[in-house]
């Protein structure tokens, strides 16, 4: 099989093994690219991506219009913060002003859940989801899938952590689906009240022991508290949350084996990690990032090979 | 459907020395000079050249790339089925090299169109040739020939022509198939 499963990038939950082979089995050869002197390949010219970012963010939007750019797409960008949606536009009529200029895929981050379904349904172009409130976040999943998969060989059967702020974390349950998926074991460790109440139902297990959590797994995915998303207080302070879930060397180095560490970024450096930890030769965090282009490169260009003209 | 056989394994290697001896007279030492196989059926070819070069001919250091043309192709989203891509393996520069790109059949020449375009990505070459196990005459959308041929064909749009390889087929031959 040569095509994705699907005409859209929503959400990890709508693909299917075969599709995350597919895209890894492109992302190999893009990354090959992407290390040449030249570092461009003419395959998406004459097509149109804009990037729609109605929430903040720097690395996803940065890494996704160098992938469009690598692959010599034209990109138009668009922050919420300086359009017409402060004056009152709807969703369909921002994209739908856009798609008249003639776009052929949308990238869209939005805070609002399954925005990118809402979208799918009501414009005619190829949707790629970069986070949808705290639903998805596809891309990410893949990149760190990829990463896992570059550093250990393989993500079948492998014990995969997620620690931190599972409750708000969009990346945290597209890790869950694309890592199951590939036949990964996922366990979640972080504040019971950052924990979402029914992540059992996922097959995922919880663990609030750090220590323990972190001598069962391979690779420990660390994430960011996500102070902006909390509406009420979910633990009584920065430090005491450092204290409990924080990864230090100490920590690390009293396991007994070496794991991987990753974070899918922004870190907030001595909160969630330490910076000794963020940058020893364990952490594959700058390889993420590098593989996040190459894992993008690939979705576009797969979702670009089903535009007919 | 019937199937001609064009070219026997005898053939194909006298070809082969035929083609290794022409380069040398271009190329000498080969000491400036990379050979390219063109990813995925050229490789073979580029394969056999280089051992044959090595272990007859006695060229020491020959460097040989495969390069993969599919993110440069003109057919992108025109084809009913999806191009899948294959690996590149240049790990050398070409800057200031003499490049020879090899192919098994040049027919529309729109490959080596792309592959022109591909080998770009790795330096600027002082020049390129192209090496060609079957030159399909009058079949050409573009204005590009071959500085090597191992057997002109003079075979029409509804022919098809059809290399195999020990490697792959455990023969060597080319044939002519009447769709």
Known sequence: ?309 | MSKKTLLNSKDIEIILHRLACELIENHNDFSNTVLIGLQPRGTFLANRLTALLKNEYGIKDLKLGLLDITFYRDDFRRRDSPLAATSTKIDFLIEDKKVVIIDDVLFSGRSIRAALTAIQSFGRPENIELLVLIDRRFSRHLPIQPNYKGRQVDAINEEKVLVSWKETHKKDAVYIEQK
């Not at chain 1, 079948?156 to 945290?172: E, N, Y």
Request: charged fraction near 25%; proline fraction near 3%.
């Open chain 1, 1 to 309: 099989m040569d095509q994705l499963s699907v005409e859209h990038l929503l959400g990890i939950k709508y693909l299917k093994t075969t599709d995350i082979d597919l895209i890894f089995k492109t992302a190999d050869h893009f990354k090959e690219v992407i290390n040449r002197p030249i570092k461009k390949v003419p395959s998406l010219r004459d097509i149109t991506i804009a990037n729609l970012f109605f929430e903040n963010s720097t690395r996803t939007k940065l890494s996704f219009e160098l992938a469009e750019k690598r692959l010599s797409a034209d990109v138009i960008n668009f922050s919420a913060s300086q359009s017409s949606v402060k004056k009152g536009e709807t969703l369909i009529d921002t994209v739908n002003n856009i798609l008249s200029m003639k776009v052929d895929i949308v990238v869209m981050r939005h805070g609002n859940v399954g925005a990118g379904v809402f979208l799918s349904k009501h414009v005619n172009a190829k949707i790629i989801n970069a986070g949808d409130g705290t639903h998805e976040h596809p891309t990410q999943a893949l990149l760190d899938s990829y990463s896992i998969r570059e550093k250990l060989g393989s993500v079948k059967g492998k014990k995969i952590l997620i620690v931190g702020d599972i409750l708000h974390s969009r990346v945290a349950l597209s890790n869950i689906f694309a890592l199951q998926l590939q036949g990964a074991q996922v366990k979640v460790c972080g504040p019971t009240t950052l924990i979402p109440k029914y992540i059992t139902s996922l097959g995922v297990e919880v663990e609030n022991n750090l220590k323990k959590a972190l001598e069962w797994c391979d690779v420990a995915n660390v994430l960011r508290v996500q102070h902006e998303r909390m509406d009420i207080k979910y633990f009584p302070s920065t430090r005491e949350y450092t204290q409990l879930f924080g990864i230090n060397k100490e920590i690390l180095d009293n396991l007994g084996k070496r794991i991987v560490i990753m974070h899918p970024g922004p870190i907030n450096r001595g909160v969630e990690i330490t910076s000794e930890v963020a940058d020893s030769d364990q952490s594959i965090i700058l390889n993420q990032v590098e593989n996040g282009v190459a894992v993008r490169m690939a979705v576009i260009y797969l979702l670009a090979q089903q535009i007919k003209r």
